[in-house]
């Protein structure tokens, strides 16, 4: 069974870049059935999917147009784990942030969820 | 982007009595390889999403068999055969066939 492990701070400064990542267990990044993603969610945006990077004979990346010039999520295949940035923050981007497995035959799962608090 | 309608709201249960929930997509969910990229799965306070169906109708693992997914097309459905008080939370709907993933309004579940 997959098991999806985030890390990262929880506090970071305005204008700054926001790192998480997330390690991957039970599964692996480059398998070809599943697609790895990052959401957020916070009480004035709701559930907000942010992106995803996915493995299909070659690597392919999806983001959602509202962080699109802001946002980059790469898989890391030695690790076995992908991460997710997001540039120039504001306080708009405070939310808690998940990552999943999502679409995959063998079953979707969430991460825990890492409160990430834009703030000076 | 596809547009995802769930409802009700808001549903009221009594323990042991069953309980239903629809979702609608703007478009059909139906993937080439014969899967629906449909997702159930419930969000309690305070925690990350519980997966309780994937794939339309595919139980995830470690989910009571109360619970069930069906559907096909536009139209799916998540049941709840007989509703325990643990089932309590706000349950979503939510597409992956497509980027951007988009969800339903959510459905806030609460005992009578």
Same mark, same amino acid.
């Not at chain 1, 940035?85 to 306080?91: A, D, E, G, K």
């Given at each position: 069974q997959v098991h999806l492990q985030q890390s990262g701070p929880g506090l970071v400064k305005p204008s700054q870049t926001l790192s998480l990542t997330c390690a991957i267990s039970?599964?692996?990044?480059?398998? #070809? +059935?599943a697609a790895w993603n990052w959401f957020r969610q916070s009480p004035s945006r709701g559930l907000e999917w942010l992106g995803r990077t996915y493995y299909r004979s070659n690597w392919f990346n999806d983001y959602a147009l509202s962080v699109n010039s802001r946002i980059t999520i790469n898989p890391d295949t030695s690790k076995n784990q992908f991460s997710l940035?997001? #540039? +120039?923050?504001?306080?708009e981007d405070t939310a808690v942030y998940y990552c999943a497995r999502i679409g995959s035959p063998k079953g979707d799962s969430w991460g825990q969820g890492t409160l990430v608090i834009v703030s000076s | 982007d596809i547009v995802m309608?769930?409802?009700p709201l808001s549903l009221p249960v009594t323990p042991g009595e069953p309980a239903s929930i629809s979702c609608r997509a703007s478009q059909s969910l139906l993937h080439d390889n014969g899967n629906h990229y449909l997702?159930?799965?419930?969000q309690k306070p305070g925690q990350s999403p519980q997966v309780l169906i994937y794939l339309g109708s595919n139980r995830a693992s470690?989910?009571?068999?109360?619970?069930?997914g069906s559907g096909s097309g536009t139209d799916f459905t998540l049941k709840i055969s007989r509703v325990e008080a643990e089932d309590v939370g706000v349950y979503y709907c939510m597409q992956a066939l497509q980027a951007p993933l988009t969800f339903g309004g959510g459905t806030k579940v609460e005992i009578k």
């Open positions: 039970g599964d692996s990044v480059s398998d #070809n +059935s940035q997001l #540039n +120039s923050v504001t306080p | 309608t769930q409802s997702d159930w799965f419930l470690g989910v009571p068999d109360r619970f069930s």
